[in-house]
């Protein structure tokens, strides 16, 4: 990718506003946690990984010129302002507890070398999640064949982490070890990132990508067009139990039923064995105006009741195959993530 999603820049943390893509590439600057934290709230950057590491940086960014004496009530307060941002994705409590854990190491420090300390940590972070997109799509190539039509739903690509991505990581992995590659990407209603994102970085790499209304899945998977599915998760449970952008579900079932393999590719940060099946993940809700208004332009009556959760869970036995740095998971899902977890 020729836009860097996020970086660390002289000391302020640098983003792609995702918000305006495809028609503007404008970068945002932000200097404080507060300017972190509205990014993630307000979608300026979004898909796990990156916001994983966004918070990273917010944290380190917070942390700044406070004493050590001050630094454990100082964390608490950026933490709980941070996540609080967006829910379901496991990555950004991930991330922050990370950054906590670094923080309580060093308390002994100096005001500078802490900082240093936690900017070091952050900028670690996003350097692994780097590491880790290319090892899961190195394993993701292996279930891809030559050549292969893959279908994909939102924005699981270089946008949506610190580069390269983990559903895209796949294809662009399958693409660089030569195989003939092209993607259907799913619109992904009410916010697009399929067909503003990912559609946008795909061109960019120049990946043959076509786009298509998410209710017209179904009719493409009947046609036989599709090889295989491949998603991203913002969180994953100890069972296997998939938390996606809301529209994952159906698509999953659909794919059942025309015989089409569903892959996860699912950061091992992204799965929480404490969160024991996908009834126990909180799923955030968006604000009505997502749905209600295109382009700033109402297009639903005023006044007219809203549901509009950004996430759905897809069943675990849904689920052909999760794909992680680590290796491939298979059913069951409870066994197999707990060992790639665990494997050192």
């Given at each position: 990718?020729?836009?860097?999603?996020?970086?660390?820049?002289?000391?302020?943390?640098?983003?792609?506003?995702?918000?305006?893509?495809?028609?503007?590439?404008v970068?945002?600057?932000?200097?404080?946690?507060?300017?972190?934290?509205?990014?993630?709230?307000?979608?300026?950057?979004?898909?796990?990984?990156?916001?994983?590491?966004?918070?990273?940086?917010?944290?380190?960014l917070?942390?700044?010129?406070?004493?050590?004496?001050?630094?454990?009530?100082?964390?608490?307060?950026?933490?709980?302002?941070?996540?609080?941002?967006?829910?379901?994705?496991?990555?950004?409590?991930?991330?922050?507890?990370?950054?906590?854990?670094?923080?309580e190491?060093?308390?002994?420090?100096d005001?500078?070398?802490?900082?240093?300390?936690?900017?070091?940590?952050?900028?670690?972070?996003y350097?692994?999640?780097?590491a880790?997109?290319?090892?899961?799509?190195?394993?993701?190539?292996?279930?891809?064949?030559?050549?292969?039509?893959?279908?994909?739903?939102?924005?699981?690509?270089?946008?949506?982490t610190?580069g390269?991505?983990?559903a895209?990581?796949?294809?662009?992995?399958?693409?660089?070890?030569g195989?003939?590659?092209?993607?259907?990407?799913?619109?992904?209603?009410?916010?697009?990132?399929?067909?503003?994102?990912t559609?946008?970085?795909?061109?960019?790499d120049?990946?043959?990508?076509?786009?298509?209304?998410?209710?017209?899945?179904?009719?493409?998977?009947?046609?036989?067009?599709?090889?295989?599915?491949v998603?991203g998760?913002?969180?994953?449970?100890?069972?296997?139990?998939?938390?996606?952008?809301?529209?994952?579900?159906?698509?999953?079932?659909?794919?059942?039923?025309?015989?089409?393999p569903?892959?996860?590719?699912?950061?091992?940060?992204?799965?929480?064995?404490?969160?024991?099946?996908?009834?126990?993940?909180?799923i955030?809700?968006?604000?009505?105006?997502?749905?209600?208004?295109?382009?700033?332009?109402?297009?639903?009556?005023?006044?007219?009741?809203?549901y509009?959760?950004?996430?759905?869970?897809?069943?675990?036995?849904?689920?052909?195959?999760i794909?992680?740095?680590?290796?491939?998971?298979?059913?069951?899902?409870t066994k197999?993530?707990?060992a790639?977890?665990?494997?050192?």
């Amino acid at each position: 990718m020729a836009v860097k999603t996020i970086e660390w820049r002289d000391n302020s943390v640098r983003m792609i506003d995702q918000r305006l893509l495809p028609a503007r590439e404008v970068v945002r600057t932000y200097r404080d946690y507060k300017g972190v934290a509205e990014a993630i709230r307000t979608m300026v950057i979004r898909g796990a990984p990156a916001i994983g590491v966004a918070a990273a940086m917010g944290v380190a960014l917070g942390i700044r010129n406070t004493a050590h004496a001050q630094a454990s009530a100082r964390f608490a307060m950026v933490a709980k302002a941070l996540k609080a941002t967006r829910p379901t994705a496991v990555n950004l409590a991930w991330a922050i507890d990370r950054m906590g854990r670094v923080l309580e190491a060093n308390l002994e420090l100096d005001a500078g070398e802490l900082f240093r300390a936690m900017r070091a940590e952050a900028i670690a972070i996003y350097e692994e999640d780097l590491a880790v997109n290319r090892s899961l799509g190195k394993f993701g190539n292996e279930l891809v064949g030559d050549p292969a039509t893959i279908l994909t739903h939102c924005n699981a690509g270089a946008l949506a982490t610190a580069g390269y991505g983990t559903a895209l990581g796949v294809v662009r992995a399958a693409r660089d070890s030569g195989k003939n590659i092209q993607v259907y990407a799913d619109e992904t209603r009410p916010f697009l990132q399929g067909s503003r994102l990912t559609a946008w970085e795909l061109r960019k790499d120049r990946i043959p990508v076509t786009i298509i209304a998410d209710s017209m899945a179904a009719t493409v998977l009947s046609q036989k067009k599709i090889d295989c599915v491949v998603v991203g998760t913002d969180r994953t449970a100890a069972n296997g139990d998939v938390a996606n952008k809301i529209g994952t579900y159906p698509l999953a079932v659909m794919a059942r039923r025309h015989g089409v393999p569903f892959y996860v590719a699912a950061p091992l940060s992204s799965i929480d064995l404490n969160c024991p099946n996908g009834a126990a993940i909180p799923i955030e809700e968006r604000a009505a105006s997502e749905l209600t208004e295109f382009g700033g332009k109402r297009i639903a009556p005023a006044g007219v009741l809203t549901y509009n959760p950004a996430f759905d869970v897809t069943p675990a036995e849904l689920v052909t195959a999760i794909i992680t740095e680590r290796g491939i998971a298979y059913p069951p899902y409870t066994k197999s993530l707990r060992a790639l977890k665990e494997k050192s």
